[in-house]
């Protein structure tokens, strides 16, 4: 009987932590980070002005020289798909073919903006 008991528990258990995983891993990222071959400074400027068209997004963060671009939520709880969201504006400002998403944190971000600003 104790054996069932903790075969339940542990059945129970297991199918939570396996829900819990998948909704993990179905959470959008809150931001998108784009390397952009030749961005200019009125292409950051438009795509800034784009997203402020009731896309829910900004760009928190662009770097010219550095050919960097991070744009998150204005609301970082509001669960929005950031790379579907933004998929518009980036289409109207830049060419795919020179936009590339990259995996970068915020701090390689801003590393990689003053390492091109030395340069």
């Known amino acids: ?3 069932q008991a903790f075969q339940k528990r542990w059945t129970v258990g297991t199918i939570l932590l396996i829900c819990a995983l998948g909704l993990q891993a ?3 990222p ?3 980070t784009l390397q952009v071959s030749g961005l200019t400074a009125q ?3 438009a795509l800034a002005q784009d997203l402020r068209n009731g896309t829910g997004l900004e760009l928190a963060y ?3 020289p550095a050919g960097l671009l991070v744009i998150a939520p204005i609301d970082p709880q509001s669960g ?4 579907s969201a933004a998929a518009a504006s980036i289409s ?6 020179r936009a590339r998403e990259e995996a970068l944190t915020l701090q390689q971000v801003e590393d990689l903006c003053t390492n091109a600003r030395n340069q």
């Open 43 to 45: 292409e950051r400027d």
């Open 62 to 64: 662009a770097c010219v």
């Open 30 to 32: 809150a931001s998108l």
């Open 80 to 83: 929005i798909d950031v790379r």
């Open 1 to 3: 009987m104790e054996h």
């Open 26 to 28: 179905q959470t959008p």
């Open 92 to 97: 109207r400002t830049v060419t795919s073919a």
